[in-house]
């Protein structure tokens, strides 16, 4: 599980309301409850077929106005990588002090949208060296 991910990476993390998909508030819930990472909305998938462009898109709808939706994913026996839009993964890289390393991210066009597809360690290590970790 995502959130699993996220406890061994050393953040708190649990799951969201994915039955009734609400927060207490009424607006739309995260599958995943970071509270380090409140920047971030994370809509998790674990299917062996994604539909890269929906997700996204749900990401990017259901995040609230201040965050960033990033569509963590997973197949059977295969790493997890977490995908968001190229222009808000950028945003990341330029909230840390590590825009010259290399990572190992691919780009792929989905529609009219570019999109990166993000190792899993290396998400986690971009994001600790961000200014999106805040303090719990």
Do not use: Y
């Amino acid at each position: 599980m995502w959130r699993d991910q996220l406890r061994e990476a050393g953040f708190k993390a649990i799951r969201g309301c994915q039955h009734s998909a609400r927060d207490a508030d009424g607006t739309e819930a995260p599958d995943v409850i970071c509270p380090s990472l409140p920047g971030i909305h994370h809509e998790v998938k674990f299917v062996e077929d994604l539909n890269v462009r929906s997700a996204i898109e749900q990401a990017n709808r259901d995040k609230k106005l201040h965050q960033i939706g990033v569509v963590p994913h997973k197949k059977k026996n295969v790493p997890w990588v977490v995908m968001l839009l190229l222009s808000d993964f950028d945003k990341i890289l330029k909230r840390t002090d590590i825009k010259r390393r290399i990572f190992d991210i691919a780009v792929r066009c989905i529609g009219s949208d570019w999109v990166a597809v993000v190792q899993v360690d290396d998400w986690f290590r971009i994001i600790r060296e961000s200014d999106l970790v805040t303090e719990e």
